[in-house]
């Protein structure tokens, strides 16, 4: 069993930036790849990058490419996704999960365990 957590969201300007976290606890949480996704009201869920605990470089959505950055601290074992640049379409709630899939995967379904989300507001 894995608990996430995640933390960080809030109301920003178009163009700033924010942090946000997730926390994860449990006996084999070391195993799973790390995802973050996002859900604007009326959308899909959203894949934004996937990132493992091994350190395989991040996979990154189109979308936030060259603006976001996933990384993580295996002694906090934390997962971190910085946020810059950040833009109206930006809005949504930002969720991190965990999967056993090899490598991650950019489909939300192959994720085993899912933190309560993250509300994220930019405003234009």
């Known amino acids: 069993q894995v608990q996430l957590v995640e933390s960080g969201g809030g109301l920003v300007q178009a163009g700033g930036s924010l942090r946000l976290s997730c926390a994860a606890s449990?006996?084999?949480?070391?195993?799973?790849?790390m995802g973050w996704f996002r859900q604007a009201p009326g959308k899909e869920r959203e894949f934004v990058v996937g990132?493992?605990?091994?350190?395989?470089?991040?996979n990154y959505a189109d979308s936030v490419k060259g603006r976001f950055t996933a990384s993580r601290d295996i002694a906090k074992n934390t997962v971190y996704l910085q946020m810059n640049s950040l833009k109206a379409e930006d809005t949504a709630v930002y969720y991190c999960?965990?999967?056993?899939?090899?490598?991650?995967?950019?489909?939300?379904?192959?994720?085993?365990?899912w933190g309560q989300g993250t509300q994220v507001t930019v405003s234009s």
């Open positions: 449990g006996r084999t949480f070391s195993r799973y790849t």
């Open positions: 990132i493992t605990w091994s350190g395989t470089s991040p």
């Open positions: 999960a965990a999967t056993l899939v090899r490598g991650g995967s950019r489909t939300w379904a192959e994720y085993d365990f």
